[in-house]
Nanobody
Framework: QVRLVESGGGSVQAGGSLRLSCAAS????????MAWYRQAPGNERELVAS???????NYADSVKGRFTISRDDNKNTVYLEMTTLKPEDTAVYYC?????????????WGQGTQVTVSS
C-alpha cells in the first residue's frame, strides 16, 4: 500500500519557521515526483512546491524565496522548509506523489497537516 505520512505542522508566529516532513512507503520513491499542496478554508487546493525524481524544483510565486522543497531518497522522505511565514500561509498542507508506470499513473495524497501562522 502506498502511504504518505506528514509531520511537522503546528502553530507559529508570523516571521517564524517550520519544517514539514513527508515519509513515503510502498512506492519506488527514487522514481516518484513529489509535491506539497495546501488548502485554506474557503479556497481550492493549490500547489505550493514540487520536486521531480531528477531533483528539479518548482514553487508557487507566493512562496518563492521563503520555502524550500527537498528530498532524501535514502530516507524516502520529502521536506518543506518554510521560513518567514505569513498569516496567509495558514492552511492544511498535503503531501503528494505521482509515479508513471508506462501508461499507468499512480497518485497518492497524504492526510494533511495543519499549519497556523498568527500575526
Amino acid at each position: 500500500q502506498v502511504r504518505l505520512v506528514e509531520s511537522g505542522g503546528g502553530s507559529v508566529q508570523a516571521g517564524g519557521s517550520l519544517r514539514l516532513s513527508c515519509a513515503a512507503s510502498g512506492i519506488a520513491f527514487r522514481f516518484t515526483h513529489m509535491a506539497w499542496y495546501r488548502q485554506a478554508p474557503g479556497n481550492e487546493r493549490e500547489l505550493v512546491a514540487s520536486v521531480s525524481s531528477g531533483g528539479d524544483t518548482n514553487y508557487a510565486d507566493s512562496v518563492k524565496g521563503r520555502f524550500t522543497i527537498s528530498r532524501d531518497d535514502n530516507k524516502n522522505t520529502v521536506y518543506l522548509e518554510m521560513t518567514t511565514l505569513k498569516p496567509e500561509d495558514t492552511a492544511v498542507y498535503y503531501c503528494y506523489s505521482r509515479r508513471q508506470y508506462g501508461m499507468d499513473v499512480r497518485v497518492t495524497w497524504g492526510q494533511g497537516t495543519q499549519v497556523t501562522v498568527s500575526s
